[in-house]
């Protein structure tokens, strides 16, 4: 096997987190920034793990990008793919949560410096030696950050590049979900390693009339052939189809307060651990896809028991803990 220099590299979005913490009813507004952003996300969880990263993106040269660059290299994620850039400004989301800590975004992300990525900034060496390209749904809702993640998804085919999507879906930054429902089936073509969340899942195939989450997962999966698929059900935990098997594993019983970053903590473990294969991902056994289901549920859970994304990625001995000492939901 070819020594590559990073186990992942991402494309994608970086922005700040703002998280409110006044109620509707307050006088004042306060807010909490956090770095985040769902591929900064995955490689800061992943990096937590102590797998090598690197991040392919575009930051405003303000007080917040000089923060986020700051942010993800200190967690070991390098970032010398990073532009910064004199002329648009870093994109920003306004998180609020409910009772059950579920989010609530408001993007201002109108031009700003992660909508307008060129093809031309993209450093395809390093896509070159990494042995995982992840990427995500946001940078591909409009030009010319979209023709630039097509861009970087053609080359990591084209040098036999494993390729892993999380989708994360955010309608509201569609122009429409027709664009949307279009441009992420077109991209799943490239794709070996596939996470979505449930709503994301019935987003996909709202063509097949059935509610079964299986039968959707299979329609998927035999249009694209991924070699490895899992949809995340919230506090149901998730479905793993792996080789025409289904594996289902269950989340772990820790105080919810903020479910942002929950489902990055998720995919970043089941990298992790698809990583750790000595050999091809396609000749897994069955105990070892089960213990990847059982590794991400717990990573999730951990996630939503911590305020923010970065800050709440678990070690690896945080996991082994988890699955050790905390029961089932």
């Not at 896509?127 to 950050?145: K, L, N, W, Y």
Request: hydrophobic share 40%.
């Amino acid at each position: 096997m070819i020594e590559k220099k990073y186990d992942v590299i991402a494309l994608g979005e970086c922005l700040v987190d703002f998280l409110t913490e006044s109620k509707p009813q307050d006088s004042s507004l306060n807010l909490k920034g956090n770095p985040g952003g769902a591929p900064a996300n995955v490689l800061a969880g992943l990096s937590k793990l102590e797998k090598k990263t690197a991040f392919i993106g575009k930051v405003g040269r303000d007080i917040f990008g000089r923060f986020l660059v700051n942010a993800i290299s200190s967690v070991g994620v390098d970032v010398s793919g990073m532009i910064m850039s004199e002329d648009y400004l870093t994109t920003l989301a306004m998180v609020a949560l409910d009772d059950s800590a579920d989010r609530e975004f408001s993007f201002y992300r109108d031009n700003t410096a992660d909508v307008m990525l060129q093809t031309s900034e993209i450093d395809y060496e390093k896509i070159r030696q990494s042995r995982i390209f992840h990427f995500g749904s946001v940078s591909m809702t409009t030009d010319p950050a979209r023709t630039a993640t097509f861009e970087a998804l053609k080359y990591a085919m084209n040098n036999n590049i494993l390729i892993s999507c999380d989708i994360n879906l955010r309608r509201f930054l569609w122009p429409n979900l027709d664009d949307a429902r279009l441009n992420i089936m077109n991209s799943l073509e490239f794709v070996d390693i596939l996470k979505l969340s449930e709503e994301e899942l019935f987003f996909l195939t709202d063509a097949i009339s059935k509610d079964d989450i299986e039968e959707k997962m299979r329609f998927l999966q035999n249009r694209f052939e991924f070699t490895y698929f899992a949809v995340t059900r919230g506090d149901k935990g998730s479905i793993v189809l792996y080789r025409d098997t289904f594996y289902k594993a269950g989340t772990y019983d820790l105080q919810k307060v903020d479910t942002t970053g929950a489902g990055d903590a998720y995919f970043a473990a089941t990298l992790n651990k698809l990583l750790e294969v000595e050999n091809e991902i396609d000749g897994m056994s069955e105990a070892y896809v089960r213990l990847i289901s059982d590794y991400s549920n717990a990573a999730g859970s951990l996630a939503t028991s911590v305020y923010g994304a970065i800050p709440a990625m678990p070690t690896h001995q945080e996991i082994e803990e988890c699955i050790r000492t905390i029961p089932r939901l």
